[in-house]
């Protein structure tokens, strides 16, 4: 905006007065983007689909205020936690708080909104599907729904309480991860799809967020799904398709390991720390959690490996000594010389040491705890030059790491400390 332009609108700002620029400001018909509002037609579920800042938690938020105004309710907010639900869905720069005037604005009361009116609105959490059992709504607002854990079964649950009223609605807003649910929404008859670029809502972003964030990622596929909203699929020459992921359905850990691919600066422009926990189970494992740290400063990867070899009741530590070994083992001392250690050292690239590990997967003997979303966008993302969207793969060089020692190295001791 020129300096004139800015110049005549504070003069029309300061003409009116504080009710009315109140009411301008809170009249979402003036500012909202075309695809923030309702799509027409019979729909079911109203899917937005949007990269990071694309003003999609301001659409939700701006749909559940209509809703309550009109007297439509009871509703369901749902969040991938209960924590995020209250944080990001309701207390938000763009919740539902904020983008009510004082007099409309709801009392939030445990977990649930009441609306001046009567309306209400129950606040759930998608981890736990089973609280969705009893309650009945006339609409719902899911947030984020491409990272849901137990997104299916919290979906599926939500559905047998939307019967109230005369023409049930839901709004599932969320950056796109081709999920089994998002899938299933995409090919449904009765859900409407809405993409919004994050550079459409460029009015409402911080100047250095575009130049900075969009500008790095535009046009990798990193940045179509977090920028652009598209649902990337798997690439066609990386070692790990999708398909190929299945979650851990129980069973006796007999062997658990802490791997760690540890950068060689530390500094906060290093790479960061891949931190990986597999545990063998059968012939087979399981990767349980991924840690992975930056930036990654030497002590601060070191706690957080030991306190990973705690938690999980580790065997050991398996570290890279390639870049540094004498300085990797002195780091995990200082933090606790009795945690055993067994060091690996790379002499082949990372695509031929990661060649046999994606072999494993293929034969069904790998299995992935919830909440490994990140790893598995590095997994599916990295190429045959040894990069994960042009960086280092710092959770798969881990991951590799701890596989390998579980399931392809024989049996003879190599481990400090043991």
């Known amino acids: 905006m020129s300096n004139s332009a800015s110049a005549d609108w504070q003069a029309v700002v300061a003409a009116k007065s504080n009710d009315e620029v109140e009411a301008q400001y809170y009249d979402w018909n003036k500012w909202a983007l ?16 949007g990269g990071r800042g694309s003003g999609k938690t301001r659409a939700g938020a701006e749909w559940v205020r209509t809703l309550a ?21 309701v207390r938000g720069e763009s919740g539902i708080l904020n983008v009510h005037p004082e007099l409309e604005r709801p009392a939030l009361k445990g977990q649930r909104l009441i609306w001046p009116n009567g309306v209400e609105a129950t606040i759930l959490s998608a981890s736990d599907p089973e609280r969705f059992r009893g309650p009945q709504f006339a609409a719902a607002w899911c947030d984020e729904v491409g990272k ?23 709004l599932a807003t969320t950056t796109p991860r081709p999920t089994r649910l998002l899938k ?3 090919i449904d008859p009765h859900t409407a799809v809405t993409t919004i670029r994050t ?19 535009r046009g990798s596929v990193l940045g179509r799904q977090e920028l652009d909203g598209e649902m990337i699929e798997d690439l066609p020459d990386a070692l790990w398709q999708r398909s190929a992921f299945r979650r851990f359905a129980g ?14 600066t530390g500094t906060a422009k290093s790479d ?49 000594v390639n870049q540094g070994g004498d300085l990797v083992r002195s780091v995990i001392a200082q933090v606790d010389a ?66 390998t020692e579980l399931l392809l190295n024989d049996s003879r001791p190599r481990v400090r400390g043991l």
């Open 338 to 403: 009795s945690v055993p250690v067994r060091e690996v050292r790379a002499n082949r690239g990372k695509w031929l040491r990661a060649e046999p590990v994606a072999a494993l997967y293929g034969r069904g003997l790998v299995a992935h705890a919830a909440g490994l979303e990140a790893l598995e966008d590095e997994m599916c993302a990295f190429g045959a030059d040894g990069k994960s969207e042009g960086h280092s793969p710092d959770r798969v060089d881990a991951l590799v790491w701890a596989l």
């Open 251 to 264: 069973g006796a850990v007999e062997r658990i390991l802490v791997a760690v691919d540890p950068p060689v």
């Open 272 to 320: 960061a720390c891949g931190i990986v926990v597999a545990g063998r189970v059968g012939e087979g494992a399981v990767v349980l959690e991924d840690r992975t740290l930056k930036p990654a400063q030497p002590l601060a990867w070191a706690r957080r490996a030991v306190a990973a070899f705690y938690a999980h009741g580790a065997d050991a530590i398996v570290v890279e």
């Open 34 to 49: 075309d695809k923030q509002r309702p799509p027409a037609g019979d729909w079911t579920t109203w899917l937005l689909l």
């Open 148 to 170: 849901w854990h137990r997104a299916e079964d919290a979906w599926d649950m939500l559905q047998f309480g939307l019967r109230l009223g005369d023409h049930p609605r839901q």
């Open 199 to 217: 550079a459409e809502n460029r009015a409402q972003l911080a100047p250095n967020f575009l130049e900075a964030v969009v500008a790095r990622y």
């Open 69 to 89: 105004a009109r007297g439509i309710g009871p509703i369901a907010l749902v969040g991938e936690t209960m924590t995020e639900a209250i944080a990001i869905m």
């Open 184 to 186: 299933r929404l995409l």
